[in-house]
């Protein structure tokens, strides 16, 4: 491979018979350097091309205006709208942004995790992926001063600052609304512990069946990973095997889009025989073409929010801010009927 013909100071420098600290120093607006060096140096860095080493640049200054932001799956369009509320304020607050996907692995996580931290960027906004949690790396990165904030999942063993929705009171309202429509078979889709959102909304899955006085069926409570094709085998064979619900509380959009076509391939209507509710209003389970109760997280406003407070634990002075910050929700009830259906 032939090495890179990059732009440097020191080129700059020998064609204008100046040391590169003056070169520096010009670009930066040094106050010890002249006006029309300043400008001499300017006009000829622009010619050239020249753009400023980011990697020297963090040595020198200790801070790269890098920021990390990892996402658990680029199908999902809640991850796709925080990212771009992060990405754009992130550029308001002079910071770049690199993105970086775990497809809900841990292993693969801990690799994103460990590039972020060679690139020396100055704070990650992650979303933990389930199961193994990377507890080793993280200790690493606070070692190294890097700062982490939770968005949508939390870490409950550690206190970083987090931006969420209240995932219990979200599907409390959700599994209310189903019940509201005098289903009383409800059926709890995906994982109901580890992750965080999991759990909790397991919880208010719960918390609304007893607000109902409806008792809880075992069978009713399906546990399965958060893919589409899990979520399929799991619903469909709970719809071989006799179990009848008629409303499912599915715990994110994959597993949403799992279950709906496990139920169409069964025979069964959408929303007539069963009600399927989701969570973060994701596009993906508009390809279903069945109406659905959904719940908006407000992605875009998790992502800016969750920028705020990575940027003001990075610059503080003082001790860092660790506090947990929820955005607000809003129950919708999403139109698709290619086929008729009364509506939920």
């Known amino acids: 491979m032939a090495p890179r013909n990059k732009v440097t100071l020191k080129k700059i420098a020998e064609l204008l018979k100046v040391t590169p600290a003056t070169v520096s120093k010009a670009l930066h607006d040094s106050s010890d350097i002249s006006d029309a060096m300043r400008k001499k140096v300017k006009k000829t860095a622009d010619k050239l091309g020249y753009r400023p080493n980011i990697l020297a640049r963090t040595l020198i200054q200790h801070r790269s205006f890098l920021l990390g932001v990892i996402i658990p799956d680029l199908r999902i369009s809640f991850f796709s709208e925080s990212s771009r509320g992060i990405y754009e304020r992130a550029r308001k607050r002079n910071y770049e942004t690199i993105l970086m996907v775990h497809d809900e692995k841990h292993e693969i996580e801990k690799e994103n995790l460990e590039f972020l931290s060679d690139l020396h960027v100055d704070g990650i906004l992650l979303n933990p992926a389930p199961g193994k949690f990377n507890y080793d790396v993280y200790d690493k990165l606070v070692e190294e001063g890097i700062q982490i904030v939770c968005y949508d999942r939390k870490l409950d063993d550690y206190n ?54 409806v008792a809880l069926n075992p069978d009713y409570v399906i546990p399965s990973d958060l893919s589409q094709t899990h979520s399929y085998e799991k619903m469909k064979s709970a719809l071989d095997r006799g179990i009848e619900p008629d409303a499912v509380v599915c715990v994110g959009a994959l ?23 989701e969570f973060g209003d994701n596009d993906i389970n508009s390809r279903l073409g069945v109406p659905f109760l959904t719940i908006n997280q407000n992605p875009y406003k998790i992502g800016q929010a969750a920028v705020d407070l990575l940027v003001q634990n990075i610059e503080a002075k003082e001790k860092v801010v660790s506090e947990h910050i929820i955005i607000e929700t809003k129950l919708l009830r999403r139109e698709y009927g290619i086929r008729r259906h009364r509506s939920v």
Do not use: H, Q, W
Request: proline residues 4%.
């Open 160 to 213: 970083f600052p987090s931006v969420t929705i209240d995932d219990r009171k979200a599907s409390y309202i959700l599994t209310c609304e189903m019940l509201r429509l005098r289903r009383r078979k409800i059926l709890f889709l995906g994982p109901n512990k580890g992750i965080s959102v999991a759990r909790e909304r397991y919880l208010g899955y719960l918390d609304a069946l007893s607000a109902y006085k």
């Open 255 to 277: 597993v949403a889009y799992g279950a709906g076509n496990a139920i169409l391939d069964s025979g069964l209507s959408i929303p007539d025989d069963i009600i399927l509710g």
